[in-house]
């Protein structure tokens, strides 16, 4: 192992300038909050690792800021070959999908990326989706530690009120999500994370009992920060929230919920057309928390892994999954199941199929679950209702029943105009190239016409 490097550039300008590691943290956080760019949230701790070597180099972003206090502070241009980082690329690199060392590391690209929703300049829009991302997380997550290294910066005492009042927010939040699509909650959750959660987060230790609940409900808190913004489109910063959301899962010991995530990014990747990552995102998840996730969490990872082996036409592979997800739900027992999981029912279950059979050209047994689903599905669930509608109205064109398809979506199209959800959009999008193929049919104009009267020009697609 190479031994440590002191950055003895860095430390003489710090002394030079009279600054302690927290003076510089401090001034370094104040900066990055009125540059117009993403603000950051250095500790002590961090700049002690600078010094020793022990990070060999902070972010890019970090790097920047840093080099602007100290010219500030001593009154001349400070380069990065001044400070020992003469290696980094210029401002305004993203990192924020770079596998974070430390919960501060997390920290500081969760205040960046809450800040992009908050203070809209442009600089999301130039983000993208990184597929290679998934693939290093993977990694991680198979040879990886679980343990987390980093101490809290100054620990400060918790109570159940803490830990709790982020539950209820994330349920508060998830049920708008449900009901209304991500659009209507996506600012609500950036602003709680910004404001009552990540100044928190730094003093809070998952070693203990409550600071592991609390960074739980953090990790299900972030992890719903990413489903709103995969829900309306914004498919790169959803990448980066679900990244960070395993971090934290990761750090709290939780190998159910960081199962769950990876489901979430396997759902993601299948929905991009990123079919292969999303097989293995989603069996990494059940290998990976096999024995500490409960049955009906097996049943969504197995679920996730048949839906996107049917996106591929893998019918046999496709159909021993789902098998899997029917056991495993067969034996489940919602009093065991955290929070997280608690939606995931025999409706849901239903629901997957029939995206699975859609996909497999299966007409006849897609219609069969999803009218399962349907039937038996919960009045709140609204945006997964209108994607089981959607998926039956392709059924039934599938098996050449024009005139039942178009019934069902229209009830689709009802309930798309007041949600705010880019992916019920694209399902309808998708069924109306799917109903193009049928346009001798008097029922395609007429639906036509329905949804161009009953939805915003905004929302649907010019065929």
Known sequence: MAEREPNRRLAALMSEAGLTNKGLAKRMSDLSKLDGSEPIAPSHTNVEKWLSGATKRPKARTCHVLVKVLSHVLGRPVTMD?????????????????????????????????????RP??????????????????????????GERSRPVEPRPIGEFDV???????TMFAGYDYRYGGGRPKPLVAQYLESEVLPLLPHV???????????????????????????????????????????????AGDRALAGRILAGMSHQANFLGYYEQAVHLARAASQ?????????????????????????GNEQEATTA?????????????????????????????????????????PDLATEHAARSIESSDS????????????????????????????????????AAGLKSYRVNSYLDEFRDRLRQHSDSSAVAAFEDYAADSMPSSLLRVL
Request: charge should be negative; proline fraction near 3%.
């Open 322 to 362: 789902m098998r899997e997800a029917e056991k495993s739900l067969s034996a489940s027992n919602p009093a065991n199941d955290p929070n997280w999981i608690r939606y995931f029912d025999l409706a849901e279950l239903n629901a997957e199929f029939a995206h699975c059979f859609r996909d497999l050209d299966k």
């Open 164 to 170: 709790q009042a982020v539950h209820d927010a994330t």
């Open 380 to 415: 709140l669930y609204v945006r997964s209702l209108s994607f089981c509608r959607t998926v039956l109205a392709t059924s039934y064109l599938q098996a050449n029943e024009v005139e039942q398809a178009v019934t069902v979506a229209r009830e689709v199209v009802d309930t």
């Open 121 to 146: 300049s442009g600089q999301s829009d130039r983000l993208l989706v990184v597929p290679a991302a998934w693939s290093s997380l993977l990694v991680k997550w198979m040879f990886g530690s679980d």
């Open 82 to 118: 001044d400070v020992g980082y003469g290696e980094v690329s210029a401002e305004n690199v993203d990192d924020t999908l770079e596998y974070p060392e430390t919960i501060s590391d997390s920290i500081t690209s969760l205040t960046q990326l809450a800040s992009f929703e908050l």
């Open 288 to 312: 990976g928390a096999r024995g500490q996730a409960t049955p009906t969490a097996m049943a969504l990872f197995h679920s996730m892994e048949a839906r996107a082996l049917s996106s591929q």
């Open 205 to 251: 230790s998952p070693d203990n009992e409550l600071g592991r609940r609390y960074f739980q409900e953090v990790a299900a808190l972030t992890r719903l920060a990413g489903w709103t913004c995969y829900d309306t489109g914004q498919h790169a910063l959803a990448q980066r929230y679900l990244h960070h959301a395993f971090r934290l899962a990761r750090a």
